[in-house]
Each structure stands twice: as C-alpha cells, then as structure tokens.
C-alpha cells in the first residue's frame, strides 16, 4: 500500500509542476487506472493530509505533501542518474527502472549513492535533486504557454518513456536558446527556432509537459 501511495505522489508531484492542480484525467494516464481508482485514491491520500482535493477542479499536494514527495522524487532522481552515468542505460528505460529502485532506499543508500555520484545537481532529464528547490516551479513555464515571439530555454521536461522517446526523435537541446514562432491550434502543433534557423516542430501534448525558462 506504501508503494501504491508514494507512486500516487510521485505522478501528481510531477503534473502539479508550473501548474495550480492536477485532474484526475492526468492522474489516470499516468497511473494507467480508472476514475474510482483515482477518486478512491487521492481520498486516501486527502484524509492522511497529502493533497488537497477539489471537486471537479483536482488536487494539489498539502505543505506535508510536497515534503514527502520532494523526498520521493530526490530518491528517484539519484537512480536516475545512477541508471544513466554508471550503467549506460538506454534512456527510456530509465524511469521505470529508477522509480523501482527509488521507493525503497533507506536513508543510509541514499547518502551513500548521493557521494557515489559526487553530489549531483540535475537529472539526466534536467529535473533539481536539491530538496529545498526540487518543487520550484517560480521560474518555470510549460512551453505549451509561451507566446509567439519569446525565446527562452529548455530547463527540464516529465520523465515517461514516451516524452523521451519522442524528445530525442527530434533532438530538442537543453541550455539552447529557442525562439516560439509559431502555434497552429487546428494541427496542435508549435514551432520552436534556434539560433541556427534549424526548425523543431511539437505536438501540444509533449509541450504541456516541457519546462522552460524565458
């Protein structure tokens, strides 16, 4: 069962970034479940003081929430990393592996991993592993939000299989300055520029989950 609730945490952690809530339609693809499996869900974690729920709006974590959940995903991050640098996995691989391995370290193994790793700052997909920032969405914007005409710079995106897959088909650069020039709402699609005129072309749905800086 604590397995089940830290997974719950970990999804609506990493929906509720650069964002006020979290439906429960996200929270169902995510988790791959039905709606009472959500409602049954987010209830429990609502009555041990984790999230806040609201009727037809979502739910957002409780200050209690964020602090386990920053802890969760601090874990999670570490083996990320450990996955990519020590063992050379194959990217899309990563995130189940590591949540795997993540849920049930002891405090011990994480400082050791923590050393082992030399202290590392970022996630191979650029998330913070610094417990205090690791939820400061501040500075941060979907890139499905940005306006036409604004330049900015990829700072971290979701890690699922399918983001990744689809981010390194089409090579979108970290610490790169990209220009929006275009949204077409009938085709779904954002067109993002570098410096280069090279074109990177997006659906919607990956955008909502990329995180930029302008």
């Known amino acids: ?17 650069a964002r006020s809530r979290v439906s429960n339609k996200q929270i169902m ?9 959500v409602t049954e869900m ?15 709006t979502g739910v957002t974590l409780t200050p209690l929430g964020k602090r386990l959940a920053s802890r969760l995903l601090y874990h999670y991050r570490l ?21 795997a391995m993540a849920d049930t370290l002891q405090t011990e193994t994480v400082q050791t991993l923590d050393r082992y790793l030399d202290s590392p700052q970022r996630s191979p997909f650029g998330g913070l592993l610094d417990p205090s920032k690791l939820l400061d969405d501040a500075p941060i914007m979907r890139l499905s ?39 077409d709402a009938d085709l779904r699609l954002l067109y993002l520029e570098d410096a280069t005129h090279h ?16």
């Open 29 to 37: 693809h995510f988790a791959a479940v039905t709606p009472a499996t």
């Open 42 to 56: 987010t209830r429990s974690l609502q009555a041990a003081g984790l999230v806040e729920r609201r009727r037809y």
């Open 199 to 214: 074109e990177f072309t997006l659906n919607d749905q990956a955008a909502d989950y990329i995180y930029v800086k302008a």
């Open 79 to 99: 083996c990320e990393l450990f996955l990519t640098q020590k063992l050379n996995l194959a990217l899309p691989l990563v995130p189940a592996q590591a949540w």
């Open 145 to 183: 939000m940005v306006p036409k005409a604004t330049t900015v710079t990829l700072d971290s995106y979701l890690e699922s299989t399918d983001l990744i897959t689809y981010l390194q088909h089409i090579g979108l650069p970290f610490d790169t300055a990209l220009q929006v020039t275009a949204h």
């Open 1 to 17: 069962m604590l397995h089940h609730r830290n997974t719950y945490l970990k999804i609506i952690a990493e929906c509720n970034f």
